[in-house]
Antibody
Framework: QVQLQESGPGLVKPSETLSLTCAVSGYSISSGYYWGWIRQPPGKGLEWIGSIYHSGSTYYNPSLKSRVTISVDTSKNQFSLKLSSVTAADTAVYYC??????????????WGQGTLVTVSS | SSELTQDPAVSVALGQTVRITCQGDSLRSYYASWYQQKPGQAPVLVIYGKNNRPSGIPDRFSGSSSGNTASLTITGAQAEDEADYYCNSRDSSGNHRGVFGGGTKLTVL
């Protein structure tokens, strides 16, 4: 059974970099699939941030591309998100999820439980 | 196009059938995935591909697609189906990019 768990600071100051890690258990990232990050501002809908293939190829939401970096560490079986120059608009619950084996950006299953990141001084 | 449009809210009487729709140009090329999200919980995939249900999803959930519209149908809605539902697909502009609909709040009366 594949499980994902996000971790990272729950509070980030404006202009700083948000950093989150998604630990994967029950499946080896190096075996395949795309892996993604999705966020949800309080009371709002879901927004795809970006995805990474097990080989390291990355795909980003154009609206965030200049600030986002997603990387994978197959030795630790985890992948990470960095979002720079954050503002209050980046306050959201951040989810990691496994995407499909053939598409970077759909069929997300399973999801992590999500972690709330608040941007505030 | 990079947008998926959903009705903000839909209601259904207990035991009746409800259809939740999602419109967007990308749906002419790619199937939608559908997610159910209950308050305080992570989304759960309920339908993907032409009409596929992950293990553990009741068979009252089904999916269909025509032109630029994808639909999620719940046949015999139960009280526990009250939730937010989101569609998702890959953008059809030629870029590898994901898009989500704005979500539909389903109320079971």
């Amino acid at each position: 059974q594949v499980q994902l768990q996000e971790s990272g600071p729950g509070l980030v100051k404006p202009s700083e970099t948000l950093s989150l890690t998604c630990a994967v258990s029950g499946y080896s990232i190096s075996s395949g699939y795309y892996w993604g990050w999705i966020r949800q501002p309080p009371g709002k809908g879901l927004e795809w941030i970006g995805s990474i293939y097990h080989s390291g190829s990355t795909y980003y939401n154009p609206s965030l591309k200049s600030r986002v970096t997603i990387s994978v560490d197959t030795s630790k079986n985890q992948f990470s998100l960095k979002l720079s120059s954050v503002t209050a608009a980046d306050t959201a619950v951040y989810y990691c999820a496994r995407a499909s084996s053939t598409s970077c950006c759909s069929r997300f299953d399973p999801w992590g439980q999500g972690t709330l990141v608040t941007v505030s001084s | 196009s990079s947008e998926l449009t959903q009705d903000p809210a839909v209601s259904v009487a207990l035991g009746q059938t409800v259809r939740i729709t999602c419109q967007g140009d990308s749906l002419r090329s790619y199937y939608a995935s559908w997610y159910q999200q209950k308050p305080g919980q992570a989304p759960v995939l309920v339908i993907y591909g032409k009409n596929n249900r992950p293990s553990g999803i009741p068979d009252r959930f089904s999916g269909s697609s025509s032109g630029n519209t994808a639909s999620l149908t719940i046949t015999g809605a139960q009280a526990e189906d009250e939730a937010d539902y989101y569609c998702n697909s890959r953008d059809s502009s030629g870029n590898h990019r994901g898009v989500f609909g704005g979500g539909t709040k389903l109320t079971v009366l």
